[in-house]
């Protein structure tokens, strides 16, 4: 069946619905949900938790992305974003649970006849979740990964070359593709790659709101 967005100028009006694939081809504004799961680990460390893409995506295959992220359908409001975080991790959360981080808007054209112009709300979740209690649908999530912000800014920064971090996985032909947790080697090419550093901007957020500074915009 086709997807319905909703659709708005460049200010943010609302402009009325248009079909998915169209708004993509023509290139209109439209409304997404980020969140990252935010804590801090065993270590006493401020960690990030970050999806790692299915190899079949359209975009970005295999790449480091948001905990969760998708669009909103036609008519939906924040909770889309409370339905899109329980149908990628398996995880129920409230509206409650989330921090906004505010508003970002970016524009791309990560593939041929494709005009991707979004206004992207963005939001964090402080919450220690078990990686074991994590649902990843394979067509969508290949993989969760617990990041260490300290060891992010050090690679972003180009101060270290690579890092290990811990995480669970669904495409591992050693496990028969069995949900498996493991430790693997990450290095800056792994991430989506944004001209505004935007995993950069992610991560000091994250320490911030975890000392519990005010005032965090994206």
């Known amino acids: 069946m086709a997807e319905y967005l909703d659709i708005y100028n460049s200010k943010g009006q609302h402009l009325g619905v248009e079909e998915r694939k169209v ?4 290139g209109l504004w439209h409304k997404t949900f980020h969140c990252w799961i935010i804590f801090k680990n065993e ?14 995506k359209d975009s970005a295959p295999n790449k480091l992305d948001a905990c969760v ?17 329980k149908e990628e991790t398996g995880i129920d959360v409230e509206i409650k649970d989330l921090i906004p981080l505010g508003i970002r808007v970016t524009v791309s054209d990560y593939k041929e006849n494709s005009i991707n112009k979004e206004f992207q709300e963005v939001f964090f979740i402080n919450k220690t979740i078990p990686l074991s209690k994590f649902e990843l649908p394979p067509d969508e999530v290949a993989g969760m990964v617990e990041l260490p912000v300290k060891k992010c800014m050090q690679l972003f920064g180009n101060e270290i070359d690579h890092f290990y971090a811990t995480g669970i996985f669904n495409d591992d032909v050693n496990s028969n593709y069995e949900p498996i947790i493991k430790e693997i080697k990450i290095v800056k090419d792994d991430f989506m790659s944004f ?17 519990n500074e005010k005032y965090l915009f994206i």
């Open 43 to 56: 270590k006493g460390e401020v960690c990030v938790l970050m999806q790692k893409r299915a190899a079949t």
């Open 195 to 211: 001209v505004d550093n935007f995993h950069f901007k992610v991560m000091i957020l994250a320490e911030r709101t975890l000392a």
């Open 69 to 85: 992220a998708g669009h909103y359908s036609a008519g939906e409001d924040i909770m889309g974003g409370i339905r899109e975080f």
């Open 23 to 26: 708004v993509h081809q023509k």
